[in-house]
């Protein structure tokens, strides 16, 4: 994906959030993006994944411009884990594998990715384990958990690329090196997009960008 001379500002007369942006992300790369609250690195994700469309420069996959149909296959290979994870009314497993009928619901695939974000243990510990409901009268979700939730909701999904936006932040450092490091380690050839608040969480990223001003 490349970024020619992006540059984006909410509403027509506002300050410039990104201003002339040049960047390329090989496929099956992983960016590491960085940057004080209010730089715009939400703002540059949103741009990534088709959600904005920049008002100069313009953004390419493969070569294609970013709208219409291309947007949308591009949005269906991305899998997105938010700064704050929505947890849906249902199950830990329907939680995981999000927006599937119940009845399609791959449970190996489900524990799968638990694993890889480290959730596994918890939900096994728990009484009803993966088909215990999640909420006030189900099971409690700490905010690391949560965002350990959205990170295997993204990982059922195997989507080619990954977006986190400082998914990890909640999670002490040894957990959130062994989830960056299970996300590292399941497939080469996925993109990877971060953005971190602390850098150890991207150090070992192929490429670090870091947005100031
Ligand atoms: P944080 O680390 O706090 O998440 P960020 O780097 O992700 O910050 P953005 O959310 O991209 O920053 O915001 C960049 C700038 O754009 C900020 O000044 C913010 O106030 C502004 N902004 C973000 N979203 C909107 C919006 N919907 N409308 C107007 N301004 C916005
Ligand atoms: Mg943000």
Redesign the pocket.
Known sequence: IRFHDVSFR??ED?PW?LDGINLEIPAGSSLGVV?G????????LDVFMGLLTPQKGSVTVDGEALTGKRCRAWQGALAHVP?HVYLADTTIAGNIAFGIGKEQIDVERVAAAARQARLDEFIRSRAGGYDAYVGERGVRLSGGQRQRLGIARALYRSARVLVLD?ATSALDAVTESEVIDAIEAADRSTTVVI?A?RVATIRYCDMIVE?SD
Do not use: R
């Open positions: 909410y509403g506002g959030v940057g609250t209010g730089s715009g690195k939400s703002t540059l700064q400082e953005v608040h947005l």
